[in-house]
């Protein structure tokens, strides 16, 4: 009867031992699990933002893929500019002078509203405060009846592509000014000086 009853409890122990095991087992494979499921998550995380970005990317680059032809273009905008700018200044003209003059602004008009579809903006540059990130400053002048730094004159219009700066423009600004320092003739100091010694040291 003793003898089953070491069996018994050997069997029991057995079990015991086997249960603590499981469990040891069990422990370890559920925190494998979680940092499985910890990493997988890191792992989608990376992926999505992987895809954003190259989204981002390939949005970007169809936006900007004209600016280099956009860039080129302008100087056929500046000389179309120029050629109605010099018959302005001529006074008045043919019918056949006119006509051709109506034709370039036309063709002006049609090449900006063009870049305009495909974000190309004209930068208002005159009167403005002048700004480094838009405008280039070709020169500087004294001009009273403008704040200092003022765009008082536009040599060349720049523009913008989608909001980034695609050409400055090459603008005249206004002088800032600095205060003088008062003047003195060399006879105020020498009378001054004179005074002074007159009177002497007790006054």
């Known amino acids: 009867m003793a003898m089953t009853h070491s069996i018994e409890d050997e069997a029991v122990a057995t079990e015991a031992v086997d249960i603590g095991t499981l469990l040891k087992e069990n ?17 989608l995380a990376e992926a ?26 302008l100087i056929v905008i500046d000389n179309l500019q120029r050629t109605i700018d010099a018959a302005d200044g001529q006074g008045p003209s043919t019918r ?17 509203q063009t870049l305009e579809r495909f974000g190309v903006r004209r930068i208002q540059a005159l009167g403005e405060r002048f700004d480094p990130n838009l405008h280039e400053a070709v020169m500087e ?19 913008t592509i989608h909001g980034r700066l695609l050409r400055p423009a090459r603008v005249v600004v206004s002088k800032r000014r600095v205060p003088s320092e008062p003047e003195f003739e060399d006879n105020d ?15």
């Open 27 to 43: 422990a370890a494979l559920l925190e494998e699990k979680a940092s499985l499921r910890d990493r997988l998550l890191r792992a």
């Open 48 to 73: 999505e933002n992987t895809r954003r970005q190259a989204g981002r990317t390939a949005e970007e680059a169809r936006r900007f893929a004209i600016a280099d032809f956009a860039r080129e273009l």
């Open 96 to 112: 056949e002078n006119a006509t051709l003059i109506e034709g370039v602004q036309a063709t002006l008009r049609v090449l900006l």
């Open 141 to 159: 002048v004294d001009d009273p009846a403008q704040a200092p730094g003022t765009v008082t004159q536009v040599v060349e219009d720049g523009y």
């Open 189 to 203: 100091l020498g009378s001054g000086w004179a005074a002074g010694s007159a009177t002497g040291p007790d006054g």
